[in-house]
């Protein structure tokens, strides 16, 4: 079955640095690749989502990319702020939308924001 | 829309007994995935259902199961309950490819 892994477990940056959270995963026939965000004591919500005929995708502060190739995809953050600050998962499946879709996700990665 | 729901939301039982959680969908979604997710293991699929059928089964054992019903509504039940079930256990429901989450509930079991 598919097998994610996400580095690094904990990040620790500066209010308005940037942050970058990396994947592999190991299915080549993943074609769909979300991130979520937790904060602490919440539900996990979707903050931005790639596909596989996609290399990136950008939303405000928020870029993910995607290297099929490498079986790799990246979250980045930019301008980062205290509200950022959660744990963050990177997930894939193939069969995006159909009977074989199957979220494997990442252990997670915690982010903290210094102000 | 109103979102994913969950009840109950916190849930105590005691080894053996039996637990049944109950999940409401994101009206109009037709599938409900079950996650568990712990410290340790981070967040694991149990299984997927899409009109009242199971279409996929992650790697937990028989205790766990689950039902659909013709509204979507979904329930997972745990016999025989151990101490590495405790976990919050969310339910997804999703649209295509979003998959969108609700507030889990936490079981503690003792």
């Known amino acids: 079955g598919e097998n994610v892994e996400q580095h690094p477990s904990t990040l620790s940056v500066q209010e308005g640095d940037s942050a970058v959270i990396k994947c592999t995963y190991s299915?080549?026939?993943?074609?769909?690749f979300p991130w979520y965000k937790q904060e602490l004591g919440k539900r996990p919500q979707l903050i931005i989502d790639?596909?596989?005929?996609?290399g990136e995708k950008k939303d405000q502060r928020i870029a993910v990319t995607l290297n099929k190739t490498a079986k790799h995809f990246s979250l980045h953050i930019t301008e980062t702020q205290p509200e950022d600050s959660a744990v963050y998962f990177c997930?894939?499946?193939?069969?995006?939308?159909?009977?074989?879709?199957?979220?494997?996700f990442g252990k997670g990665t915690l982010l903290t924001v210094n102000p | 829309k109103a979102g994913v729901t969950q009840t109950p939301r916190y849930l105590i039982k005691t080894r053996g007994q039996q637990v049944t959680l109950s999940c409401s969908p994101i009206s109009g979604h037709r599938s409900v995935s079950w996650y568990q997710q712990t410290p340790g293991q981070g967040l694991q699929f149990l299984f997927e259902?899409?009109?009242?059928?199971?279409?996929n089964k992650g790697n937990f054992p028989g205790r766990f199961s689950g039902r659909q019903f013709s509204n979507s509504r979904s329930e997972m039940n745990v016999s025989t309950l151990e101490l590495g079930d405790s976990a919050l256990y969310l339910c997804?429901?999703?649209?295509?490819?979003?998959?969108?989450f609700g507030p889990g509930t936490r079981l503690t079991v003792l």
């Open positions: 259902y899409f009109s009242e059928t199971q279409r």
């Open positions: 790639i596909r596989s005929n996609v």
């Open positions: 299915d080549s026939a993943s074609n769909y």
């Open positions: 997804a429901s999703r649209s295509i490819d979003t998959q969108y």
């Open positions: 997930a894939a499946s193939r069969g995006s939308g159909g009977s074989n879709y199957k979220l494997t």
